[in-house]
């Protein structure tokens, strides 16, 4: 016959965490659970969930009475205290990548707009662009910014405008477009210093 194991005794004295921390633990999970309920549809496909919780967390976007989404939130936030530590961990990951991607895209688009408001207002704007981004073409972007100067004089529907936008967009190619994105928050400061 073994003799039973010690339980593992932490600083305090004692041998299992505290309800505080118990506590906090749950509503740490029980946030996790939130976040995932707030996703779009597309990135919650990409989650790492078990079948069980993605279940829960799809009833819970259904729900729209209150009582009844809240009885569900915690629901998920229950099926999420039964995840192993890696499983939560996982979801963590994926959903902070998630995020990161996320604002390095709004970055991009912000900095698409501004280029787009800088080409429209200035003229010499797009040769700096060009001496940027050589593989863009420069016939094509002046079309286009002439072209959207004169609707928007003209108040028709902004389909130069929009055009534009995408030239600046693919104007370095796709490759580039991860570049952009880290490049966007540099270019916000050389602004503010000019």
Do not use: C
Not at 90 to 113: C, F, P, Q
Not at 119 to 134: K, M, S, V, W
């Amino acid at each position: 016959m073994e003799p039973a194991a010690e339980p593992e005794i932490d600083e305090n004295g004692y041998d299992r965490p505290s309800k505080s921390q118990l506590k906090r633990e749950m509503h740490a999970l029980q946030e996790l659970g939130e976040a995932l309920i707030a996703l779009p549809k597309d990135a919650l496909k990409r989650m790492p969930m078990p079948e069980k919780l993605d279940d829960a967390v799809r009833e819970a976007r259904r729900i729209t009475d209150h009582e009844g989404k809240r009885r569900q939130v915690q629901y998920v936030g229950r099926v999420m205290r039964s995840l192993h530590d890696d499983e939560t961990a996982a979801l963590r990951t994926a959903l902070d990548s998630y995020n990161g991607v996320n604002k390095a895209e709004t970055a991009r688009m912000h900095w698409i707009e501004r280029t787009r408001e800088k080409l429209l207002a200035d003229d010499a704007a797009l040769t700096e662009f060009i001496r940027q981004h050589p593989a863009a073409d420069p016939q094509t972007g002046r079309t286009l910014i002439r072209n959207a100067r004169k609707e928007a004089q003209q108040s028709k529907p902004p389909r130069y405008f929009r055009e534009l936008f995408q030239w600046i967009k693919n104007a370095d190619g796709p490759a580039a477009a991860a570049d952009d994105a880290h490049d966007a928050p540099e270019d916000d400061d050389d602004e503010d210093r000019a």
